[in-house]
């Protein structure tokens, strides 16, 4: 069972332990069979992200998968539903959930039972998780908000979904540290754009063709009917290159000003993981990150005032590097995009990518 643990001041109790006298203990074999469902869930299904929680240390592990395997959950919801309202009802689920886990009463569920076990952690180290609570909360906010797979007006527009999702799930994983940096959380917020965009790239071919329909093990329709295609481009972006929906519902790749779209949302994400490595460069030789941080006062990115070249803010880039890992995995599809003339119908799974994250975190460079 998790209870109080000695810690390097002595023994500490959670700061609050009222928000904990309400609930029933998770058991080790709870936390363990939890622990063994979200590993599974990001090897079958996010095995980029398996990949990375293999690399990290093992004290990080629990947070990486729990926070991934969560995110799972909600990116696949849209294809596991019949209808809206069983979609918003699911959404509703796991928003009560996180709720409930962070008050100390975890459902039933392996998710929510990893989680509580690092809630508790961070609890009894004297930490405060509502930070975590509160990133999680606005990632369902946002995945509710597109889970009918509305189209972006504009870059821009995907640029924000993609700092309310993949950044989001960065800046969470960055409070399960614990960690409260403004570079780091500048530099996580340039990275989740640049996989928020590519994850848009990554899943036209799924996405703009009729989706079959999902059936259970002995055959039967579980969602009748198929999915009808859609293509999340920018609209400001296909007007330009001239691009036409019906057009690659028709022609695929083949069809006019496609590629030339694909380019232009390429080279956006591409452009914020140079941004990002620009400003790693810039703060380990002790200089200005080269431009403001835009979410800098807003809710969670309030931060104390630190100088760029101090030793805090080296040591936070040295023990939050882990996190911008995420980097690595978008790098390589758009290198691999590159390659097939920015067609994403012909991209292909690579083998490179467990040596280039190895070499990364050797390496310390993204």
Not at 23 to 29: E, G, I, K
Not at 168 to 185: C, I, K, R
Not at 331 to 342: K, M, S, V
């Amino acid at each position: 069972m998790y209870r109080a643990r000695t810690a390097r001041q002595g023994l500490r109790w959670p700061r609050n332990p009222s928000r904990f006298s309400r609930r029933s203990f998770v058991t080790d074999a709870e936390v363990d069979k939890a622990r063994q469902y979200c590993i599974a869930q990001l090897r079958q299904s996010d095995y980029n992200a398996f990949l990375i929680r293999n690399l990290l240390p093992t004290s990080r592990r629990d947070a990486y998968d729990a926070l991934r395997a969560f995110n799972l959950e909600l990116v696949r919801l849209p294809e596991l539903v019949s209808n809206p309202t069983i979609g918003q009802l699911r959404m509703q689920f796991w928003r009560d959930a996180v709720n409930n886990t962070f008050a100390g009463k975890p459902p039933k569920e392996p998710i929510m039972t990893l989680l509580y076990k690092v809630i508790q952690e961070l609890s009894e180290a004297g930490e405060t998780p509502g930070a975590v609570k509160f990133w999680l909360l606005r990632l369902i906010n946002t995945r509710e908000k597109y889970m009918d797979n509305r189209p972006f007006a504009s870059l821009a527009s995907l640029e924000e979904y993609a700092e309310n999702t993949y950044s989001t799930l960065m800046y969470s994983n960055l409070a399960a540290l614990p960690m409260q940096s403004m570079h780091m959380d500048h530099l996580a917020s340039h990275v989740g754009k640049a996989c928020g965009i590519v994850a848009v790239l990554r899943g036209i071919p799924l996405l703009a063709t009729r989706s079959r329909p999902v059936t259970s093990p002995s055959g039967s329709s579980v969602v009748s009917g198929g999915r009808n295609p859609v293509l999340l481009l920018p609209l400001d972006v296909m007007a330009e290159t001239g691009l036409k929906e019906e057009d690659v519902y028709r022609q695929g790749p083949n069809a006019n000003g496609f590629q030339d779209a694909v380019f232009k949302v390429a080279t956006r994400a591409n452009d914020h993981l140079i941004t990002a490595r620009e400003m790693l460069k810039n703060l380990r030789a002790g200089q200005s990150p080269g431009h403001e941080y835009e979410h800098h006062g807003e809710e969670q990115h309030e931060y104390p005032l630190t100088n760029p070249g101090d030793d805090e803010t080296k040591g936070d880039l040295r023990r939050g590097f882990n996190v911008l890992l995420e980097g690595i995995p978008a790098d390589d599809y758009l290198t691999r995009l590159e390659a097939q003339n920015f067609d994403p119908f012909t991209v292909k799974s690579s083998w490179k990518l467990p040596w280039r994250l190895w070499r990364a975190v050797k390496s310390q460079q993204i």
